[in-house]
């Protein structure tokens, strides 16, 4: 039997070599700083972490033009730590959750917030809020061993320079590991995914013309420029 077309997998380079890192899957924590959740006055403060996903093909490149999605008036921007998963894990302890990372990058969990207040209000899943084209934007993976302390580092997000998010990745609510282990009691994981740490608070509105660059100590920058709708994401 022959494949009626064939797709190609979205791929992030590794930094220090010429690898590149094949994306199986996307996924994001929701509401895992405090001062995230007390900006956006919604759930617990005591939440277990959740999770929601973002297609494999909406993750973008360092330098990528992202089109200003359809559909919105309220495009926002949540910088974030990005875990790259390199080992297959299931159920896996706290204690050997780090075991399960190839590597961290900087990333863009990019929002239709108008959408997804309207998802939560008519109580169905956030995908029209979330998981969109070009919507999961990640900076080259520096491998474990090379990042340093990552929970020790600094995040900042800048748009056109300026400073809009400014948080140590320590203030995670729940952090690298846990997040892993609590994962991996849902799905099983696999090299190949992508896990979105959680933002802190700042998260506001992009328009086009915007570049937006996400800076995390001990790791590359990440710099997309948001376009009009009517141009293409490029990898």
Same mark, same amino acid.
């Given at each position: 039997?022959?494949?009626?077309?064939?797709?190609?997998?979205?791929?992030?380079?590794?930094?220090?070599?010429?690898?590149? /890192?094949?994306?199986?899957?996307?996924?994001?924590?929701?509401?895992?700083?405090?001062?995230?959740?007390?900006?956006?006055?919604?759930?617990?403060?005591?939440?277990?972490?959740? /999770? $929601?996903?973002?297609?494999?093909?909406?993750?973008?490149?360092?330098?990528? &033009?992202?089109?200003?999605?359809?559909?919105?008036?309220? $495009?926002? /921007?949540?910088?974030?730590? #990005?875990? %790259?998963?390199?080992?297959?894990?299931?159920? #896996?302890?706290?204690?050997?959750?780090?075991?399960?990372?190839?590597?961290? %990058?900087?990333?863009?969990?990019?929002?239709? &917030?108008?959408?997804?207040?309207?998802?939560?209000?008519?109580?169905?899943?956030?995908?029209?809020?979330?998981?969109?084209?070009?919507?999961?934007?990640?900076?080259?993976?520096?491998?474990?061993?090379?990042?340093?302390?990552?929970?020790?580092?600094?995040?900042?997000?800048?748009?056109?320079?300026?400073?809009?998010?400014?948080?140590?990745?320590?203030?995670?609510?729940?952090?690298?590991?846990?997040?892993?282990?609590?994962?991996?009691?849902?799905?099983?994981?696999?090299?190949?995914?992508?896990?979105?740490?959680?933002?802190?608070?700042?998260?506001?509105?992009?328009?086009?013309?915007?570049?937006?660059?996400?800076?995390?100590?001990?790791?590359?920058?990440?710099?997309?420029?948001?376009?009009? &709708?009517?141009?293409?994401?490029?990898?």
């Amino acid at each position: 039997m022959t494949l009626l077309f064939s797709l190609t997998a979205s791929t992030v380079p590794v930094v220090g070599s010429d690898r590149l /890192f094949p994306v199986r899957r996307v996924y994001c924590v929701g509401r895992n700083y405090l001062d995230h959740v007390r900006e956006m006055r919604e759930g617990d403060e005591r939440d277990k972490p959740f /999770f $929601f996903q973002k297609p494999p093909d909406a993750v973008v490149g360092d330098g990528a &033009r992202v089109p200003y999605p359809p559909r919105t008036a309220d $495009f926002e /921007f949540e910088g974030e730590l #990005v875990v %790259a998963v390199g080992a297959e894990g299931v159920d #896996v302890p706290v204690e050997r959750a780090l075991e399960l990372v190839f590597g961290y %990058a900087a990333g863009i969990d990019l929002t239709r &917030r108008d959408r997804q207040r309207d998802c939560r209000e008519r109580q169905v899943a956030w995908e029209a809020g979330k998981s969109f084209d070009a919507s999961a934007p990640c900076g080259p993976i520096t491998p474990a061993a090379a990042a340093g302390d990552v929970g020790a580092a600094e995040l900042r997000l800048t748009v056109d320079g300026a400073v809009r998010q400014h948080t140590r990745i320590a203030h995670m609510i729940w952090n690298v590991a846990e997040i892993l282990a609590h994962l991996s009691m849902d799905y099983r994981l696999m090299p190949g995914d992508l896990v979105y740490t959680g933002t802190p608070a700042g998260v506001a509105a992009l328009r086009p013309g915007n570049e937006v660059r996400v800076d995390i100590d001990g790791l590359t920058p990440l710099t997309v420029t948001i376009a009009e &709708r009517k141009n293409h994401a490029t990898h």
